[in-house]
Every structure is written in C-alpha cells, then in structure tokens.
C-alpha cells in the first residue's frame, strides 16, 4: 500500500523543498522525509499539492496520458456569461494551442473560503466573481492563461480537487496523509 500527503499550499510558497531565499518552500511546512509534489502549483496560486515517496506513483500523477482532473477555484475580474463559459468549456485557443474540453461553471462566492495574505486586488467599477473550473491537462498558467482569453482575468486560484482527493478538511500550510 503506498500513502500519499496532501498539501494545502498557501500563496506565495514555492512548490518545491530547496531555498530560493525570498520564498517559503514546502521544506518551511513538511517535516516528512522523502516525499516529492506530483505536479506543480505556481507560487501565487493556493491549494492541493499531491507529495509522494513511490517514484511510479508520482510519475502517475502528472503522466499527461492518465489525463486525471484538476478541479480549481478561480475568483476572476468580471462577471462570467454564457459565452465565456462556452468557451471554456469546448477550449481555449493559447499561444501554444488550444486546450482540451473544460468543465466550467459559475459559482457563488466560496464564505468559507480562508482569507489571502496578501488579500487580491479590487477595483471599485469592477465586480470578481468565481468560476469552478475542471482540466485534464497541465500547460503551464493553464488556467490563468484560459480566463484571461475568455475576457476574465484571474485574481486568485485555488487548486480543490486532483482526481479523487481534495481540499476537504485542510487548511492552508496544513497536510494528511492519505493510504491508496
């Protein structure tokens, strides 16, 4: 049986163990040895980091061919309409092509949701809103990228789900472990 640890990484960590010396590191919040991220999770997005210690399983994870889903919270600059999302969902043309089919939907405000330090960017004319959208690919920014061609920049992105594990219970810079 092998045993996964899930993450909630905070903004502003980078995804990896070594120091940089101007960041928090995953070294700053897990004390395991021997486990490494399956994927990344850019330094200001927040949320679920997958970190293993059986190489397979690893590989696995971000092997583009098991194609597993990657659902985030993505709070936007804007409101969404039915094209925006249309678009989203049947792909985005990016500079390096476009992406497979998405699920994305409008969801009401997450006020559950713990505070970000520092908190986003508001703009009194502008409304934000949020987005719960599911990839099953992994282009760096992806996600980033794919709002802001679809008219709604992102303000903040909150990785919830990777395949079947979640967020659920974790709160930022906190880790379980998980038997699979």
Known sequence: MSRILLFNKPYGVICQFSRDG???????????????????????????????????????????????????????????????????????????????????RAIEELVNLWPRNPPIRERKTIPTSWIELTIREGKNRQVRRMTAAVGLPTLRLIRYRIGEWTLDGIEPGQSNFEDI
Do not use: C
Not at 57 to 82: A, N
């Open 22 to 104: 101007l960041h928090p590191t995953l070294a700053d919040y897990i004390a395991v040895p021997d486990v490494y991220p399956a994927g990344r999770l850019d330094t200001d997005s927040e949320g679920l980091v997958l970190l293993t210690d059986d190489g397979k399983l690893q590989h696995r994870f971000t092997d583009p061919k098991h194609k597993s889903p990657k659902t985030y919270w993505v709070q936007v600059e804007g409101m969404p309409d039915e094209v925006a999302l249309a678009n989203l969902r049947s792909g985005v043309l990016l500079k390096d092509g476009i992406t497979l089919p998405a699920e994305a």
